[in-house]
């Protein structure tokens, strides 16, 4: 699909159809697509946490304001960002560090430079830690949509819930905050979707101070 007909066709879809599938080979695309994504120094501090299950999708529904697409999509997402992503020691840090050296990008030597780099980015405080983990796995959430609406399928993204207790009800430690959660199917052709939403312009998006 185009790229600008990609972003007009995106739609919060609040209806699925309940019929339809989403299959393991699509899922893998749509988040192997997503993870093209760009991230701070190419950390790509996201997991998700993939559901299906009935039992475990009514479970989030009830700590996420009852929305009913959580059961009603086949597949729900739990978006996680690692609060940690930067820190030495951290798994895909010290993956992330030897990738880069394989490909050419860094050489082993770099490797204090690197651990001094994004201490000093992220380090400082909980602030910039939130902070990263939220920008990074917001581009990698927004990638995902589009991924899906470009292999055909639909999309929600959520913050209605209680991060507590989605934490609690599936085992999410404090070192991971969950931007969003995201409903992913095909949109229920049998209900009316509302009319696009308004933008803001181009006045409207840029400023001076
Ligand atoms: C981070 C984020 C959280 C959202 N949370 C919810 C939500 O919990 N429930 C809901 O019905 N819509 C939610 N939305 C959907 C927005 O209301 C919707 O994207 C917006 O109105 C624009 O509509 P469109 O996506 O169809 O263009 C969320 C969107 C984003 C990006």
Known sequence: MEFKETMRQRRAVNFFDTTKDVTDAQLKEIIETAALAPSSSNLQPWKVIVLRDMDKKETLKKVAMNQPKITEAPVVLIVLGDREGWKKGNADFEKGFVNSVKAGHM???QYDQFVNSTN???????????????KNAGFFAMSLMLAAKDAGLDSHPMDGFDIDGVRKAFNISDQ????????????????????PKWRKNYDEIVVNF
């Open 107 to 109: 050489k082993q030597e």
């Open 120 to 134: 000093s980015l992220y380090g400082i405080s909980s602030e910039r830690q939130l902070a990263f983990a939220c």
């Open 176 to 195: 991971y905050w969950i931007p969003l959660l995201m409903a992913i199917g095909h949109f229920d052709k049998s209900k009316t979707l509302l009319p």
